[in-house]
């Protein structure tokens, strides 16, 4: 089986930074597009940050320049450094990654971690 673990999440202020992790277990033989998305309260679940096998990068517009999504393949961990973080960004983050396990690709989710963005 595979796991996605998130963690890295919590209470910070506008204009602080959190750095959330994302590790995938399991007997996993290879990793594609590993992403980042996000649910705030009584809205529908966004997608935030993409980094492909490769190593490039696709953001949405409102975090351009404020989030940077980064993967360690050895580790099989994905990272998401977010900066000058705004109320706005008060959410559920989850991570979801396209893996290949026993021969088949599928699409694997987190449990979700909360950060929320307060004075």
């Known amino acids: 089986q595979v796991q996605l673990v998130e963690s890295g999440g919590g209470l910070v202020q506008p204009g602080g930074s959190l750095r959330l992790s994302c590790a995938a277990s399991?007997?996993?033989?290879?990793?594609?597009?590993m992403r980042w998305y996000r649910q705030a309260p009584g809205k529908q679940r966004e997608w935030v940050a993409t980094v492909t096998s490769g190593g490039s990068t696709f953001y949405v517009t409102s975090v351009k320049g404020r989030f940077t999504i980064s993967r360690d393949n050895a580790k099989n961990t994905v990272y998401l450094q977010m900066n000058s973080l705004e109320p706005e960004d008060t959410a559920v983050y989850y991570c979801?990654?396209?893996?290949?396990?026993?021969?088949?690709?599928?699409?694997?989710w987190g449990q979700g971690t909360q950060v929320t963005v307060s004075s």
């Open positions: 979801n990654a396209n893996i290949q396990y026993a021969s088949r690709w599928s699409d694997y």
């Open positions: 399991g007997s996993i033989f290879s990793i594609g597009y």
